[in-house]
T-cell receptor, first 112, second 112 residues
Framework: KAGVTQTPRYLIKTRGQQVTLSCSPI?????VSWYQQTPGQGLQFLFE???????NKGNFPGRFSGRQFSNSRSEMNVSTLELGDSALYLC???????????FGDGTRLSIL | ELKVEQNPLFLSMQEGKNYTIYCNYS?????LYWYRQDPGKSLESLFV?????AVKQEGRLMASLDTKARLSTLHITAAVHDLSATYFC????????????FGTGTRLQVTL
């Protein structure tokens, strides 16, 4: 059974650009959550989607947005990139909300 | 606001020794997770603890939960080098259990 797949694995952008990250959950999983991991702030929750609806949102500015498609795949978008957005972005999926989450390998985003 | 404190931040231990990692959280929560992360890798789920007094064991690792004290412990028995990694606890708050709040992580280094 394939795990959570995140693409791309690595990404380099410059300040002011925007970026879209993709996450394909484990087959049958309908809930997708996103987290940001940085050395300074650790792991922080970004948002959670279920049935194409955002259920929870973390304390991030509006530049961070996401969506979920009918096949449960999810994307997150960051606009007007800042140096501080450099991080490992992790996607996690679960069968339904509040169930144990399984994490993907992440997308490492570097901002120059 | 839910806060999760983990200690120690760094732990260097010899093979064969025992040690415990502590995870304290600030408000009543629904469930507690322990994850392992190897350098450059994603999070691997170790344990899910759902109720007061829950104890789970896998190999040389044992996790327990005391909801009254808002404390979870991860006990390492007779450490081996392969256990070297960063260990995170994460707490899901009642009602929004998918929105995990992570501890700072404990970097465990097991030396020969």
């Amino acid at each position: 059974k394939a795990g959570v797949t995140q693409t791309p694995r690595y990404l380099i952008k410059t300040r002011g650009q925007q970026v879209t990250l993709s996450c394909s959950p484990i087959s049958g999983h309908r809930s997708v959550s996103w987290y940001q991991q940085t050395p300074g702030q650790g792991l922080q929750f970004l948002f959670e989607y279920f049935s194409e609806t955002q259920r929870n949102k973390g304390n991030f500015p509006g530049r961070f947005s996401g969506r979920q498609f009918s096949n449960s795949r999810s994307e997150m978008n960051v606009s007007t990139l800042e140096l501080g957005d450099s991080a490992l972005y992790l996607c996690a999926s679960s069968l339904e909300p509040n169930q144990p989450q399984h994490f993907g390998d992440g997308t490492r985003l570097s901002i120059l | 606001e839910l806060k999760v404190e983990q200690n120690p931040l760094f732990l260097s231990m010899q093979e064969g020794k025992n040690y415990t990692i502590y995870c304290n959280y600030s408000t009543t929560s629904d469930r507690l997770y322990w994850y392992r992360q190897d350098p450059g890798k994603s999070l691997e789920s170790l344990f899910v603890l759902l109720s007061n007094g829950a104890v789970k064991q896998e190999g040389r690792l044992m996790a327990s939960l005391d909801t009254k004290a808002r404390l979870s412990t991860l006990h390492i028995t007779a450490a081996v080098h392969d256990l070297s990694a960063t260990y995170f606890c994460a707490v899901g708050k009642i009602g929004t259990a998918s929105k995990l709040t992570f501890g700072t992580g404990t970097r465990l280094q097991v030396t020969l």
